[in-house]
């Protein structure tokens, strides 16, 4: 499901989200199933922006991006592979976050020789004020969790 390549090497992996918005949660809660099976994750509550000095400390190669995203023909729970830095200005896909991925990748390579983003972007149900999360997201971030544990075991 997720290719192991994003995962080779120097990188991060990043959960992204909003603890209060329902599914938007996604990225958080990704992080810490991942983090309970021994896979470093690192969160960032409500948005990538609050995780910009992490990056620029851990220095990583490439980094993968989860978090909920609206993108064309989506329904809850889909899951959507985007690779390079050139898709995150692609408008068939929208965060639920501020600040555009673009403008904080471009800056933080301005800083490191970051190389390579990936985003996984989650479909999500709903967005309201909520701090339940849709069975649908549940079981795509259950599914994330477990293809990108084998990547880290068959390393």
């Given at each position: 499901m997720i290719p192991c390549d994003f995962f080779r090497g120097n990188s991060l992996v990043l959960g992204v989200g909003s603890p209060?918005?329902?599914?938007?949660?996604?990225?958080?809660?990704?992080?810490?199933?991942?983090?309970?099976?021994g896979v470093n994750c690192v969160k960032c509550d409500y948005g990538l922006e609050n995780c910009v000095d992490i990056i620029i400390e851990k220095k990583p190669e490439k980094i993968?991006?989860?978090d909920a995203a609206l993108f064309n023909g989506?329904?809850?729970g889909d899951i959507v592979l985007i690779n390079g830095a050139?898709?995150?200005s692609d408008s068939h896909l929208l965060t639920t976050h501020s600040?555009?991925?673009r403008l904080l990748v471009d800056t933080v390579k301005k800083l490191i020789p970051?190389?390579?983003?990936?985003i996984i972007g989650i479909y999500?149900?709903?967005?309201?004020?909520?701090?339940?999360?849709?069975?649908?997201?549940?079981?795509?971030?259950?599914s994330l969790v477990e293809s990108i544990v084998k990547c880290f075991n068959n390393a």
């Open positions: 209060l918005r329902g599914d938007d949660q996604a990225g958080l809660l990704f992080c810490d199933l991942l983090s309970q099976r993968v991006i989860v989506g329904q809850p050139e898709a995150l600040i555009p991925p970051l190389r390579e983003v990936y999500p149900k709903s967005l309201d004020f909520s701090v339940d999360v849709s069975s649908e997201v549940i079981r795509a971030i259950n």
